[in-house]
Structure formats: C-alpha cells, structure tokens
C-alpha cells in the first residue's frame, strides 16, 4: 500500500511536482499517466527515497519515505528509468547481487534467483555478461533484480519505453500476476492505451498536480469523452497551464 | 558490514574483469615508473660514459700554425679535423650548429710563443647548448693544461721550479656515500609509488558515482534497502585494495628493475632490498585511504566520467607538488613536514634509500596524520553521498 498525502518538489526554480495526492492499494494496478514533463518520475524517485519532498509526506505500508526510508525501502521493488545494470557482470550475477544487498541468506537467494529467471524468461542469457544484452533483454533483468526480494510494493518508471510487442506482453502478464499475488503495483506511462489495458486506477497528473484519479470508466465519464485519448487530453486541459 | 562485504566483494569481482581498470592498476601504474626510470638511469650513464672514452672530433682552423698542439690534443683523445674556411665561417657554422666547437689558431701563433707572448686562441662554442658545452669544456680543459705544460717548462728552462706556479693545492673531499648519492634520482622513486597506488585506484573511484550514474545504475542501487554509508564505504576499500595491489607491483617492478640497472657505474648503490621494499609498502600504507577518498570525492562533483578524468588527472599531478618543492630546496626532513601527506612519506622513503636511520616518531606522525586526513575525507564523501545533487 503507497501512500502519497500534498506531496511538493521543485529543482531550482522548476516545480516539478506541486500538490500531489492519491492512494495505491494492495491487490490491485495504480497507473500514473501524464504528459513528457508532467513530474511523474519525480513523483515515483520520492517513493522510492531517491529525492525528498519538499513538503508533504509519502509512505511505503506506514513507513515514511523521509523519517524512515530504509524500512520504505524494505518494502518496495523500484524500476527507475533508464535503469542500468553491471556489465562485467553476467544476468543472474546482476540479480544475486541486489539480493545479496537486500539481505536474503544464501538459500533463499539462490532459490528467488532460480524462481525470477524463470518468471521473467531469462534462462537463455542468464550466464551472459550484461555488456552486449538488448534494451528488452537489460529491463528484464532490472526488473527481475528489482523483485528478487519479493517486494510488496512495486513501483515502476516507464517500464515499457522501448520494449518491442512480445517484451510488452510479458511484462503485462507479469504486472498481472503480480496484482493477482496480492501485491501493490504502481507504474507510470505516458501511453494510454497501456494503462487503459491494465490498471484499475489511473491517476492522471499534468504539471505537477493531480488532474483525474478514477478508473477508466470513471474517468470516461467525468470529461465526457468516449475515448480514452480525448479523455486524456480533456483531463490535461482541465488542470490548465500553470 | 555485511553489506559493506557484499559490496567489496563485487566490486572487485567487477572490476577484475575490466580491462581499464586491470590496464591502470596492474600495467600502467606499476610499470611506468620503472620503465621512466631505466630509460633516464641508461641515459646519464651512457653521458658519462661519453666524457672519458669517446674520441672527440674538433675541427681546426690554421693546424699547420701549432703542430705540437696538435699532437697534444691528439694524445687527449681529441681528434683534430679540418674545419671551415676562416674565422668568421666558424663561427657561422657554429651559430647554425653545423659544429658544436670550433678552435681558430692565428697565422701569428708560433711567432707569439716564441716571443714569449701569450699566444692567441680561439674556441668557438655555444655556451646555451648545453650538450656542445660539454665538448667544449673537454677542448678548453686540454688546452689550458697544454698551457701550463708550457709554462713549466719554461720556468724550469730558467732554473725555476715550476711549483712556484701552485701555491694552492685543492684536493676535493667527497663525503657523500654511495647511496646518498642515489637520493637524488631516486628520490624520483617515491613518486612512482604514489602516482601507481593513485592509478590502481583511480577507475573504481569514478564508478562509485559519476560511473554508476552514467550507467544508470546509481538509482536503482540507491533504492535498495541499504544505508548509503555502507555503500560508500564498500566501495572504498575496494579501491583501497586496487590501490594496494598497484603499489605492490610497483615497489616489485622497481626492487626488480633496479637489480638489472648498472648503478654502481654512477656511484650508486640504493638501499632497496626486500625489508625496504615492505617498510616503504607499510608507510604507504596510510596513504591509500586518503587517496581513494580524495579520488572518489572529486569524482562526484563530476557529471560525467570523462569529466571525472580530466579532474583526476590533476588529482594525479597533485602530490608531485611538495615532492617537487623539498626537491629544488633541497630540505631535510622535519618535524612539521611530517603531517602533508605524499612530502612525509616521500622524506621518509628517501632515508630509507639512502639508507639513513629513519626517525620513528617521524614516521608515526606520518602514519597518523595521512590516516587522519583520509578519515576526513571519506566522512566527507559519505555526507557528499546523501545529497540529492548525487543523481545528476
């Protein structure tokens, strides 16, 4: 469960996120949709831990990102974007790696290594150094690095940028088997469709603040636009400009 | 410190397999010294080598005007050859460098000596060129002691002894011993070790934030549940260690390189035998922890690696800085030397080169004050890398 309560940030004399609130629950997929620059990843690297808000608060299942960000990040598996892994290092030593830092003993860590590697299909290029992986092949390993401590909360940035249609599908299915295992999945997009698809709460932000938190059907209804894309753009439009 | 552990270990793992960082810490660092050293070492032997047992070729205008100088000269392994046309045509050639010295003897020449007027001669030479100097110095000394050879015989001609010329007799007392007179070049030595610890180091000090960042790594790392200190810290000593095991070699290279230099033909004889060698790894110890966090602290100021080389590169040239000063100045070592890291360490390997009685309390301040400022330094690091300027 995230919490986010009137959270502000601003880099300089950008405020990126200005006022921004909503609730991600166990058990089901948050979307955070907006526009290039609409302070989704600022939103996401508060939560997990890697920036502070200026003012506001946030919170992992009751752990303060700011007060107490290590036990916030116990509870969180975070893809940022662009995510980057060791090139030295093979997949599955990439993988082991983050488990060993998250603390899991050697059995355990041998057994959620297997169990990922499976899940996420990377058997074929486990043993490879990450040096010359595809851009598919780097975010399934990232992402299977990020739940190898089996998180509760997951929070992904743009997982899909740049993943062609078989990578998207898979990483669909998981997100969904992850919802069905209970787990609180939130990720940002800046396309529609995709969220459409699979959340069952979008929260739609445009220039740092919330413009619409509903789902799909919802949101259809509060702008009066059948289409999900007019509903977008008529949300957008609704926040105004700054 | 299990973190810390996991940490260290792969980033050595990692870092094993990177040639850059195998290239710089195990090829570059340790060889470059030694290899520097050997080419300057062969170089002024072989100059001296030069002075006694070449023959030097001296081009002379008006030969026919002086054959028993001639034949002198000869005897003094100088081997007298034609030369220009006239004076002013010498003193063309030599201005061009066509000759590096160039001896005009006048038509007047014998009619002067046997009148007993000082005779005139001209030597041509070059004085900036240092390296035509020394032939130079090689004619006028041969010519001067022809003169003196004439002098006394022409004050025994007269029933004089020739004595009456010396009344001074210097005789030149050297108390410098063998490897006293090594400090100098070896002095050098010390910077070796230095520069070859920094390079062991110095790629694994940039990973640790501009590298990270650039790979796109540092956030997700940052969102595991550890603390930043751990991290830092893990990644630390394995610097430390590349560090260490670049210093290793080096000292190696050079206990190994010096056995094969013929030293003793410039008079030197380096104390630097396997107790040395660990001694000078043990004062250099303290020194690793300094320069990791010194490295790793200006890397992450940096936006981006090659941003953090150019800047390293300067972190490379630093300590050269008071090793240079005490060199010029030639200082001896002090009390108050003793807390600047890279000049305490440098004063105290040159004793030990020199074989001199190294001053404990010297060496422990040396020790404590390095350790002291490395420890500065990488607390410093640690709060640098809380700060949120870190992602870039």
Redesign the interface.
Known sequence: MIRVNDIYKSFGKIRAVQGVSFDAPDGKITGLLGPNGAGKSTTL?IL?????PDQGSASIDGADVVTAS??A??R?G???H????????TAR?NIA??A????LDDHTLQERVESIVDLLEIGDFAER?SKGFSHGQRTKV?LA??LV?NPQNIILDEPSNGLDVMATRSLRDLILKLKDAGRCVLFSSHVMQEVAALCDDIVIIANGKVAIDDSADGIRQRTGRDDLEDAFVRAIEMVGPE | MRTLITVFVKEVVDNFRDRRTLASALIMGPLFGPLLFAFVINLSIERSLDDIERNLEVPVIGQEHAPNLMRYLRSHNIDVVAGPMDRAAAVEAVKTGAHDVVVFVPESFGEQLAGSIPAQVDLISDRANTQAERDARRVRTALHSYSQELAAMRLVARGVSPMVLRPINVDDVDVSTPSGRSAMLLGMMSYFFIFALLMGGMYLAIDTTAGERERGSLEPILSLPVTRNQLMLGKIAATCLFMAMSLLLSLGSFYVALKFMPLEQLGMTPNFGARTVFAAFLLLLPFMLLGASLMTLVASFTKSYKEAQTWLSVVLIAPTLPILIVSILTLRPRLEFMFVPSLSQHLLLVDMIKNEPVNLLHAAISVLSTLAIGAMLTWICARLYRREGLLG
Do not use: D, N, S
């Open positions: 690297r997990y831990t890697v920036l502070k290590l036990q990040r116990q969180i975070a893809l940022p662009g995510a980057g892994l060791y090139p030295h290092l030593e790696y983050y060993k830092l998250c603390g150094r990232a690095r990020a401590h």
